[in-house]
């Protein structure tokens, strides 16, 4: 991306000190070897897995006999809140933006989203490089590199905070899981209401997180995370109405990501409980996150989904066709859009690039244009354009 995208001196430093928080956290020396040797393993294990069991996995021109049948309504529905949520998510960083002072477009900030997405589903380390990259995108918007750094932490912190609430109230669906999810809530509902109504609850809540920021400085691992955190605090600042809209959106981007597999599984007559879909979601979500073969977590994430579905019920051919009606508008179309807007936003930054070098160059040619008119009249008269090079003799 360095090369792709041509950045001024003021927005190469501020990427710089980005890939310092994403990219700069000490490793182990054998962490790549480590992770090689897990990845090469698992992989062993799925492809053993899948010879042996290759006769009890769904036909693939069954599941696309059965993918054909699906019912038009319900595909509609799969690609509108596939839109829905990727869109809650723009508009959710577009806010945050808003509240530390700068505006971009609705349509430059869906961009960046889409864009952001396919960088970090299809590329090694692309979760890293997605981050640089809004963060750059960001810095070109004009906002300063405390407010991107801030923007990007609290986006992080309101979809991972809405993560867990959505799954905890999922489990509580599941007899097995109710007693624990369930205080697991109260608990942080209780915090919530505490946080909003109690100034006192909220000075010992900021007390805590600045002793907690403090340790972390001092540890290696957590430091760049902790450093950004402590020159963005106080840069975005959120009053109520802003937490409340900021998670509204947190909750619709998953609530539709998550509405676009239900519809799916409906497109394919499988009629779960819809906590039972939204929980081989969470399932595959995980499975994507542990065994991370490929970008995007592609495979796990497929079998994650099938193997749940069928769990709770579902049969297997229905189910993978369901799951790739999904898959095939959640990652593979999301990815297409996102190299698109990607390359959408690139050309843009070359032609603005072009332009500014080329008012800088009409800005001198003029500049040097008038000049030598200024001083024409006086030299067409005879006379010295100006005041002698050399004093006059004494």
Do not use: C
């Amino acid at each position: 991306m360095d090369q792709a995208v041509a950045v001024s001196s003021e927005a190469r430093a501020g990427s710089a000190a980005m890939e310092e928080l994403a990219l700069s956290a000490p490793r182990p020396k054998r962490s790549t070897v480590h992770t090689w040797t897990v990845r090469t393993a698992t992989l062993t294990a799925a492809v053993t897995f899948f010879v042996l069991l290759r006769d009890q996995l769904p036909d693939p021109s069954a599941m696309f006999a059965v993918a054909a049948d699906a019912e038009p309504g319900w595909l509609v529905l799969v690609v509108i809140a596939e839109m829905l949520s990727m869109g809650s998510f723009a508009r959710l960083q577009r806010r945050l933006l808003l509240i530390g002072g700068v505006r971009i477009s609705l349509r430059r900030a869906f961009a960046v989203t889409y864009a952001g997405n396919a960088l970090s589903t299809t590329l090694p380390a692309g979760p890293a490089v997605s981050v640089v990259y809004s963060f750059r995108q960001f810095r070109r918007g004009g906002a300063s590199v405390q407010v991107a750094t801030a923007v990007i932490l609290l986006g992080g912190i309101a979809t991972s905070s809405t993560y867990t609430i959505i799954g905890l109230l999922t489990l509580l669906g599941e007899p097995g899981s109710r007693v624990v999810a369930g205080a697991a809530l109260a608990t942080a509902t209780a915090s919530g209401v505490l946080f909003w109504r109690s100034p006192g609850f909220r000075r010992t809540l900021t007390g805590f997180t600045r002793r907690v920021l403090r340790t972390a400085l001092r540890h290696p691992r957590a430091a760049p995370l902790a450093h950004a955190m402590h020159r963005a605090r106080g840069v975005v600042r959120l009053g109520r109405r802003d937490w409340g809209a900021v998670l509204a959106l947190s909750i619709l981007n998953w609530a539709f990501e998550l509405t676009a597999l239900i519809a799916a599984t409906r497109a394919l007559g499988i009629y779960l409980a819809p906590h039972e879909v939204v929980i081989s979601y969470f399932a595959a979500q995980a499975a994507g996150s542990v065994l991370p073969l490929l970008p995007g977590g592609l495979g796990a994430v497929e079998a994650g989904l099938v193997t749940s579905l069928v769990a709770f019920g579902a049969h297997a051919v229905p189910a993978g066709a369901a799951v790739a009606v999904y898959r095939l508008v959640s990652f593979w179309a999301v990815v297409a859009v996102g190299w698109l807007a990607w390359l959408a936003l690139r050309a843009s930054e070359e032609n603005l690039d072009r332009a500014q070098q080329w008012t800088a160059r009409t800005w001198r040619s003029t500049g040097i244009s008038l000049t030598a008119i200024a001083g024409w009249p006086a030299q067409h008269a005879g006379l010295p354009a100006g005041p002698s090079e050399h004093p006059p003799a004494s």
